[in-house]
């Protein structure tokens, strides 16, 4: 079975600072791999993921992340947050051929501060 | 473009009672799930269908039924409501990845749900 691990629960930072949060995953096949993100009281927002091809995956908002197979990693990186970028962020994954079944990570809160 | 419709938002149920969470969505998308969210947890799959007549169970999903008699819903029910059910619970649905293994899941809004 695959699993996702975030290993920061929160990241406070300060408005037009750099951020990245963190994700790696275990699977033993080839896997599908999300960055969603939850405002307050909202459901989840699709803000990038990476099927195949490129490694460097482009998103909404000036997120961006990078697939490391060999780390098996696929960490979130924006260059300068702004206080709207305040919300929760989940990686998930999918195994290829395994339908949409998605395995979340734990989330990491993003707290930007003035 | 309404996407999925939860309802309801909110809900309180006495232990013991039971409920049905409603989800619907307009985007005909073959592929229906519903999750839990718990705090330090994220989310959880508890049930989920690859189209009408056909649905499987995910991670959890003890305590709660689910059918799919249409394309478009997808309710949840629970069938004697336990404290342990507190959570919020949220339906996607996507098309079934084909040749572009395109699975982007589409989110509800969520429904709160508190049993005392």
Known sequence: AQSVTQLDSQVPVFEEAPVELRCNYSSSVSVYLFWYVQYPNQGLQLLLKYLSGSTLVKGINGFEAEFNKSQTSFHLRKPSVHISDTAEYFCAVSITGGGNKLTFGTGTQLKVEL | ?116
Not at chain 2, 16 to 39: F, I, K, V
Not at chain 2, 83 to 105: D, I, K, L, M, R
Request: glycine share 10%.
């Open chain 2, 1 to 116: 473009n309404a996407g999925v419709t939860q309802t309801p938002k909110f809900q309180v149920l006495k232990t013991g009672q039971s409920m049905t969470l409603q989800c619907a969505q307009d985007m005909n998308h073959e592929y229906m799930s519903w999750y839990r969210q718990d705090p330090g947890m994220g989310l959880r799959l508890i049930h989920y269908s690859v189209g009408a007549g056909i649905t499987d169970q995910g991670e959890v999903p003890n305590g709660y039924n689910v059918s799919r008699s249409t394309t478009e819903d997808f309710p949840l029910r629970l069938l004697s409501a336990a404290p342990s059910q507190t959570s919020v619970y949220f339906c996607a649905s996507s098309h079934v990845p084909g040749s572009t293994g395109n699975t982007e899941a589409f989110f509800g809004q969520g429904t709160r749900l508190t049993v005392v």
